[in-house]
């Protein structure tokens, strides 16, 4: 592996690489470190972005080189600073669980096939770098001249997808299909790192794939750390009733949480749960909510969160439309849920006859905000018969549209389902591994299949969410070592991901 070079990046992006793991290491460290053991004759050139002091780097990397934060900045500076090898290895500074071993049998398989990109399938994200000759780095570098957008880690293969017929792909293919976990082992969030730090305190200086395979089939937990998606019903009030919705039997019909109790919530969230999706749904419509603009100003205000808005558009009036266009920003997503193009069937879905105020508010706001504003349809019998239509009505915003499936809230509705989605094979769900759900009065409970909160994991407003979060802790090991329990084994919204 004499001619062997090795990229190292740093990104802006990752604010976690330089905190330090209960080894006293943090993953620039970590990964400087490993190549010097893995690689000791290597050529490696430790790349970051020209905002970053270099101080942080240069006790790490004897060569380091600042660029501009683009695609090409990079890949021009590697043209040129790696011409005297012939392979080369690209590995991020904030993915402390690379596997070295791994790649050397990745450079191996490169070098015995005269590869043009080597790279690994359905290993777990920030274990498998990837491999390119130098000639296919020199060939994508002239493909990329002037592109001017940030670099992002999967740029290389970017360029090689775009005619990918034309070069020789080789794949190293993990031995246990980890896709399933969405595992990701990368220090760009505080929830990622600690899965990172759960994983160096059980396994110690043994964290090749295979170990850490081995290490989460016993102890699963080890993944789940902080939510990622927490959905607060700030109000439980609706004047619609819904073919598809509990909300009268949620014993909340009249309660709405105040602004200071929110605020407290979204405040805990910030500090303790950074990086997180807020959603404001529930069993209530929130524009119903006096404060709902307050609400959402103090929300896309917080620099770690971004937030959902779910509504059914009744109350998003031309008012509440262009106060949300005085405050937006893009970490502001709204979903409209409408599964009707005509009045009467909207009537016969909602319960209510105001389909022509909800159409002109959507129209309203959508043709003002289209960036991160979708449109929902629940689909099921009862509507299946509006979707080409739907489609028609709404062609101008098609790629706004959101499908989703019927729930039946654990069996307690009729089966309006229109087919069977649920997967061959049960796996372990989603929603106990990453959501929190916070009703009205400020309860956490087990997941959103439970409006009527009967298996309650505290009230964040005294107990604080990581608390009630991690009293979901042990429903969500026993669901993946065996199985759903009685409470969850007629849900199939397990295999629903949210945002």
Known sequence: MD??????????????????????????????????????????IHYFDHHSDVKHFKKYFETNVAISPDIYSLLSHAKENFKGCETIAVIHTDEPLTDFALL????????????????????????????????????????????????????????????????????????????????DLRTDTLRNFLICENIFIESGNSYSIQNII?????????????????EIEITG????????????????????????????????????????????????????????IPMI???????????????????????????????YNNKLH????????????????????VFQTVEQNIDYYISRQTENTFIQFVKMESTEQNLDAFYERWKNYEERIILIKYN????????????????????PCWHLKRDLSINALGEAVLCKQDYQATMKMGNVLNEGVKNCFNRIQDFYERDYLKGPDEYCKLCDEYYTYNF
Do not use: W
């Open 297 to 327: 100003e103090y929300v896309i205000r917080q620099e770690n969160l971004r937030l959902i808005v779910e509504t059914s558009g009744v109350h998003f009036t031309k008012e509440n439309a262009d106060k949300i266009l005085a405050v």
């Open 408 to 427: 039946d809230y654990r069996g307690e509705y009729p089966d309006n389902k229109i087919i069977d989605l649920s997967p061959v094979k049960r796996f």
């Open 104 to 183: 050397k049998e990745l450079i191996q398989l490169h070098n015995d096939n005269i590869a043009d990109y080597t790279m690994g399938e359905n290993y777990p994200s920030g274990v498998c770098p990837f491999v390119i000759s130098y000639d296919t780095l020199a060939k994508i570098t002239l493909i990329a001249s002037g592109n001017n957008e940030p670099y992002h880690r999967g740029a290389f293969f970017r360029f090689i997808n775009m005619d990918i017929n034309s070069y020789d792909l080789e794949v190293s293919i993990c031995e246990k299909d980890m896709r399933r976990d969405r595992l």
């Open 3 to 44: 001619k062997t070079g090795i990229i190292c990046v740093s990104l802006l992006n990752t604010p976690y690489s330089l905190t330090r793991f209960c080894n006293d290491k943090n993953s620039i460290e970590i990964i400087a470190s490993s190549i010097t053991d893995h690689f000791p004759n290597c050529q490696v």
């Open 237 to 292: 009030e609706c004047d619609l009733s819904c073919l598809m919705c509990p909300r009268t039997k949620s014993g909340r019909n009249n309660v709405r949480m105040p602004l200071g109790d929110f605020k407290k919530i979204i405040d805990d969230i910030n500090a303790n749960c950074p990086d997180t999706v807020v959603c404001l749904s529930g069993m209530g419509e929130p524009f119903l909510h006096p404060d709902i």
């Open 214 to 230: 081995a290490l989460l089939a016993k102890k699963p937990a080890l993944m789940r750390t902080l939510p990622a998606y927490i």
């Open 334 to 353: 709204i979903i409209f849920s409408l599964e009707s193009v005509h009045a009467e069937d909207y009537k016969r879905i909602r319960g209510a006859d």
